[in-house]
């Protein structure tokens, strides 16, 4: 049976992707055979990872596209995907890990209906058109390019049609074509008529991402909300496909940015070690006051 390609932008978090998210992703041979790296800036480019797990089993490709980043921006994802040698691929963020489980589960989605595609955070669209940042579980308009997986003629479709779309808001976003991921959204539901799914399922957020507000990782400014939502109403009217959208999502469950985000991290664990720490350090005094 086909195996996953996965792929990934390197452009700020090199060490990660080496230390972290490749070592965890060739214990998942299993599942992919292929990981594609697209370098998107010169300065950090790396083609050397020492690991344990034999590279072999799973072949690591590196592109160098820091001259085609300057042209396709985050819809470079996309087009790396088309140099897949499976069908079915894995699109992912350079500071997340999806569990073996996840992988698992999102591989036997794809497979059972690749004219969809499946993600671990969902977005809804209220009945203005306006793009909301709580994550929502079902079928739902968007899903993040933070971790899906989708279908290489899904990926060929949007590249095929993105630049249609392409207006001053985006020319000017930063980074450029930041919103990709609703775009891919409703290209997808317009090629294949079904909207996505998300799930909720384990994964791990890279801890720096809670001490880091810059761009590169998870923005709390307001001015990105505020660019998404335009956005979103913009992609709706033009693609036509806001009654599809109101007639056929199903949002299951909602879970907030920061609860989901600390649920799937390492801190979260830290929280409970020290806190049970400090139980058992305390416990004789406990005791002793009953």
């Known amino acids: 049976m086909e195996k996953l390609s996965v792929v990934i932008l390197n452009f700020n978090r090199p060490d990660y992707i080496k230390k972290s998210i490749i070592p965890k992703l060739l214990e998942y041979n299993r599942f992919i055979d292929e990981i594609i790296i697209s370098h998107g800036k010169k300065e950090t480019y790396f083609d050397k990872i020492r690991t344990k797990y034999d590279k072999e089993i799973i072949n690591i490709k590196h592109l160098k596209h820091w001259e085609k980043n300057k042209i396709y921006g985050l ?132 801890v720096g991402n809670y001490f880091n507000y810059k761009e590169e990782s998870i923005s709390f400014d307001n001015s990105h909300l505020k660019y998404r939502q335009e956005l979103t109403k913009y992609l709706v ?40 720490f400090i139980f058992i350090v305390h416990l004789d005094s406990y005791i002793i006051r009953v």
Not at 180 to 206: Q, T, V
């Open 75 to 206: 819809t470079l994802r996309f087009h790396s995907a088309l140099e897949a040698k499976n069908n079915n691929i894995i699109i992912m963020d350079d500071d997340i890990i999806p569990d073996k489980d996840s992988v698992a589960f999102l591989k036997e989605k794809i497979e059972e209906d690749n004219e969809r595609i499946y993600g671990i955070y969902g977005r809804n669209i209220d009945d203005k058109n306006e793009y909301q940042i709580t994550n929502c579980f079902g079928i739902v308009p968007i899903v993040l390019t933070r971790c899906l997986i989708t279908s290489k003629d899904t990926c060929k479709y949007f590249m095929d049609n993105y630049k249609t779309y392409e207006n001053e808001l985006i020319k000017n976003s930063k980074p450029y074509w930041n919103g990709e991921d609703i775009l891919f959204s409703f290209l997808s539901i317009e090629k294949h008529g079904k909207l996505p799914k998300a799930y909720e399922l384990k994964h791990s957020n890279r």
């Open 237 to 276: 009217d033009k693609i036509k496909i806001r009654e599809k959208i109101k007639d056929e999502k199903k949002i299951k469950h909602w879970k907030t940015q920061v609860s989901y985000f600390v649920q799937n991290s390492i801190l979260i664990w830290l929280f409970y070690m020290i806190a049970i």
